[in-house]
């Protein structure tokens, strides 16, 4: 198995334009998550879907943020508009076994930096 | 003050010593993760505890639930064992939440 995918690996833009992040899970796997990591917070949960439906976006920072899951091979991120502060490494994982504490199988990260 | 709480923050070791990474935590949990991440980026999901003691190779993982804490060893440490080392939890919902962090290099 090719493992977590994620598109793409570095992302430079300027303030105010769409970014769209992507993920592929590892196939079977029914859970998957959007983390954040920044220096200053460290790793964050954003949101995460189990069969295709978000269950938690509470850690979505604003309404900018949102997170699609069209069907069990793929999803994206998007934040539109963009601001230097999203600046961060962007991380996708997945799991099955029915439970978020069940090991998570981690991309590897988008890069984003917002000029 | 964070939920999630690890030391040292930063540790340094020569090759081959024994090496203990810590995670005490505030809340009452159901799971707790431990997570290595690479110099290049990339993370590993070492393991995952919800009581008692884990072994995998030289990585050795324990958790104390009534005392709050769970700790990570490393046996005969090695160079490519330079990383850093993540302990996150699970409470109540779903949601993991993550300890800062404990970097660690390891010198031939």
């Known amino acids: 198995d090719a493992g977590v995918i994620q598109s793409p690996r570095h992302e430079v833009t300027e303030m105010g334009q769409e970014v769209t992040l992507r993920c592929k899970p590892i196939?079977?796997?029914?859970?998957l998550f959007w983390y954040r990591q920044t220096m200053m917070r460290g790793l964050e949960l954003l949101i995460y879907?189990?069969?295709?439906?978000?269950?938690?976006d509470s850690g979505m920072p604003e309404d900018r943020f949102s997170a699609k899951m069209p069907n069990a091979s793929f999803s994206t991120l998007k934040i539109q508009p963009s601001e230097p502060r999203d600046s961060a490494v962007y991380f996708c994982?997945?799991?099955?076994?029915?439970?978020?504490?069940?090991?998570?199988?981690f991309g590897p990260g988008t890069r984003l930096l917002v000029l | 003050k964070n939920e999630v709480e690890q030391s040292p923050q930063n540790l340094t070791a020569q090759e081959g010593e024994f090496i203990t990474i810590n995670c005490s935590y505030s809340v009452g949990i159901s799971a707790l993760h431990w997570l290595q991440q690479h110099p290049g980026g990339g993370i590993v999901s070492l393991f995952m505890?919800?009581?008692g003691k884990k072994k995998h190779g030289r990585l050795i993982a324990t958790i104390n639930i009534q005392e709050k804490h769970s700790s990570l060893h490393i046996t005969a440490s090695h160079p490519r064992d330079s990383a850093v080392y993540i302990c996150a939890v699970r409470r109540g919902t779903d949601k993991l939440i993550f300890g800062t962090g404990t970097r660690l290099q390891v010198f031939p």
């Open positions: 196939s079977g796997h029914d859970y």
């Open positions: 994982a997945s799991s099955s076994g029915g439970a978020i504490s069940e090991t998570q199988y």
């Open positions: 505890l919800s009581s």
């Open positions: 879907f189990n069969n295709n439906v978000p269950i938690d």
